[in-house]
């Protein structure tokens, strides 16, 4: 569930939080904590609007309000204007507020507290954080994701999670699949997390959770734009130290990063969209070891992998790879020719054959699959989506 102000009073450097005003608005919803501290100085010039993340908790020594205790009311009136669920203060200036500050509090419902000199901001933003990250480390467990994949999470189970979820969606959402093939990006997966929900730049932009040794990424934006999902991606790749530059969407990977999308969706009504897209998008690009990098170019993968565990595929399969098998060399000539598009040319540069050659051994797989009334055309759609197949179940 979606932390609230009530919630994380209990945490152990919030035990010295006294409620001062604004009793009613403990059911706030809490994604973060920050620090209030020169914004509102009457000499500074700063972008006061969007200075705090909305649904956070703001910390500060009202410092900026020394000797000058009017300036404390339209500060509060702003963080509850942009959003913000609820104030503390340290007890190091003033003891008590005016009476107007706590009449706004107590009018608008927005929580305001007060806590002694032994308690540290650090610790208390820390620990706001790390519940939060474990709040979403339930949510979305890898046994939930897995269920997304699989399409077994109902429609209002897929809402509760998208409404519960730290991150606030905007209007549209995307999927992204992380993950490194010899599995080096992910020795810092745990402390990717920890200090991703530290980064104001990307927590309102994107959401991050563990799966099989990689990272999935939800991200949102207000416009249904690649471009727009592109530059939070980069941003979050940058973060991750991983260079979007070492990841190509052409046949060969120039390293063992996969970066894998899913399209762009509702995130309310299509959440589980976004990881099932993004992870069958990895599953092809491993299949092909390449990057496919968008579900939109995996083509008949993108039903392939979904069914690949039917009776009737399973045995499709075996049916033309079976008999291949038993002849290595026409395996692995039809596995070329899949993986080069069904380009013979191409395959038989791989080879260092002439193309005439890859054209007689497909005359005689023809033979020995009993396909002879097959045009070439039908006869190369059957042996990719039974190669296909194989690729998929062998993907580790």
Known sequence: MALTIKDILQLQSLHGFQLISGHKGLSRYVTSAGILDYEFSPDVDY???????????????????????????????QLYASGVSGFAYKTVIYSKLPEAVTKFSEEYEFPIFCFGKDTYFENIIFEVMNAVLSDDTNLLAESTIKKMIANELSKSQVYFLSKNVSLKFKEYAMGVYIKDSKGDFCVDTDRHLKNFYLNRNLNDKALICKYEDGIFAVLTAH????????????????????????????????????????????????????????????????????????????????????????????TYMENIINPLKERPEYFETVHRLVLHGGDTCLTANYFGCHQNTIRYRLGKIKALLHLESETEQDFYAVLAAAMRLYLIKEVK
């Not at 592109?230 to 530059?245: G, H, K, P, V, Y």
């Not at 969706?265 to 990057?291: I, K, Q, V, W």
């Open 223 to 314: 416009q249904p734009k690649q471009d727009s999902f592109s530059l939070i991606l980069d941003d979050l790749l940058t973060f991750l130290n991983a260079s979007d530059d070492s990841v190509t969407s052409t046949h060969q990977s120039k390293s063992n990063l996969a970066v894998s999308c899913s399209n762009i969706h509702l995130p309310h009504e299509d959440l589980d969209l976004c990881f099932r897209e993004s992870y069958f998008t990895y599953l092809a690009s491993s299949a092909e070891g390449r990057n496919f990098r968008y579900y939109s170019s995996i083509g008949t993968y993108q039903f392939l992998i979904s069914q690949r565990d039917t009776e009737i595929m399973q």
């Open 47 to 77: 972008p006061r609007e969007s200075a705090f993340e909305k649904d956070s908790v703001v910390l500060s020594s009202l410092l900026f309000a020394k000797d000058n205790p009017e300036l404390i009311l339209p500060a509060v009136e």
